[in-house]
């Protein structure tokens, strides 16, 4: 498979990034709201259960949901006064910090970069709903269709927590990124249920799980660490219809399928590591004269980068293609190379 976004790509010292930096172009990605998508639309005339794990997990769905208006408490603040993490969490505060910046600056960034995340979060939330929507079509079994629609409710809900977070406490909602808006697409535009389940629920629901839990642990504001916590319990179980998913797609497909399953979950997730943030620079790196090329050079020379930028690789994708069996010997070195992977024990699956 040829890497994705081609056209993107250049050489900072050692490391190979993807950069958007025509604002025009920027724009145009932004503004193209259609998109046509081709689906294959199956009936099924079996409505007892099928697929017993599926059947429970709908179950648990339905015992755990949870309402973004009555079960958070609104009332809690959030400002750029305030540290919302812990300073490290923040590359932006970070950078300021060895530049000799004051805190209260600091703070303004570290609230500006979250405001950025929860953004690509919330615009990865509603690729979510669209996605699940249409599993809800082109899956074939009546539990997937159950569980595919239990989790358009969640994900209408996170959008909801998210975008009421933002426009509540934090004044603004940042738009998508180029290279996240063009993953997004692809996995929306996919043809079969194979590569929206194995795109979605186990490369992006397993990386929001990741992302999430980290934020979380590095979180100062009540608020915000509440959102995160409840949309998280949401996601590790949409990352778990993926895994029980693609279980038994990989058990059904040939050695040649699987091969080119395993090649193009690492295609996207290696198109993802190349932006290494840089769709976030660009935009909010002049309000503090950060130069987005110097930080890029000097994160991915870092001598633990692998140890920061694996993180949340190896919190939930890592580990759940390892067991099913779509990161093998044959991709591994390309992960380690690239500090999407580390040697270290994974940490959960
Ligand atoms: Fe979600
Ligand atoms: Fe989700």
Redesign the pocket.
């Known amino acids: 498979m040829d890497k994705l976004l081609q056209d993107h790509r250049k050489r900072f010292g050692e490391f190979e990034v993807i950069e958007f930096v025509d604002t025009a172009e920027i724009e145009r990605l932004r503004d193209q709201i259609e998109v046509d998508v081709p689906m294959q639309l199956h009936w099924t005339w079996e409505y007892g259960s099928e697929v017993a794990e599926l059947r429970s997990l709908y179950e648990k769905g339905k015992v755990n949901q949870w309402n973004a208006e009555l079960d958070l408490d609104w009332s809690l603040a959030c400002s750029n006064d305030e540290w919302l993490m812990n300073p490290q969490a923040s590359m932006l505060a970070s950078v300021l910090q060895m530049m000799g910046r004051d805190e209260a600056t600091q703070k303004a960034a570290m609230f500006d970069e979250i405001n950025y995340v929860l953004s690509q979060l919330l615009h990865g ?1 509603q690729a ?1 709903l669209q996605l699940c929507g249409q599993l809800t079509n082109v899956c074939d079994k009546m539990d997937e269709k159950w569980y595919a629609a239990s ?1 358009v409710v ?2 209408a809900r ?1 959008i909801e927590a998210l975008s009421k977070f933002m426009q509540r406490k934090m004044g603004s909602i940042y738009p998508i990124g180029s290279t996240l808006k063009i993953l997004l697409e692809i996995l929306l535009e996919a043809r079969t249920a194979q590569q929206k389940t194995l795109g979605m629920q186990t490369l992006f ?1 397993g990386m ?1 799980v990741g992302i999430m839990d980290m934020m979380r642990r590095d979180c100062r504001n009540p608020l915000l660490t509440e959102v995160i916590h409840r949309i998280e319990q ?2 590790s179980r ?1 990352a778990a219809f993926g895994v029980l998913m693609m279980r038994r797609v990989v058990r059904d497909a040939s050695t040649e399928q699987k091969a080119e399953m395993e090649d193009w979950a690492f295609g996207i997730l290696e198109a993802l590591n190349a932006n290494q943030q840089l769709d976030m620079l660009h935009l909010l790196g002049p309000k503090y004269g950060i130069d987005p090329k110097s930080v890029v050079q000097l994160v991915t020379s870092l001598p633990n980068f692998a140890d920061l930028n694996s993180m949340p690789y190896m919190h939930t994708v890592v580990p759940n293609l390892r067991n099913l069996g779509l990161l093998t010997e044959r991709t591994r070195e390309r992960w380690l190379k690239l500090g999407m992977m580390t040697e270290k024990k994974p940490a959960a699956a």
Do not use: G, I, V
């Open positions: 939330e979510a989790q969640d994900e996170h629901e929001a949401d996601e949409h």
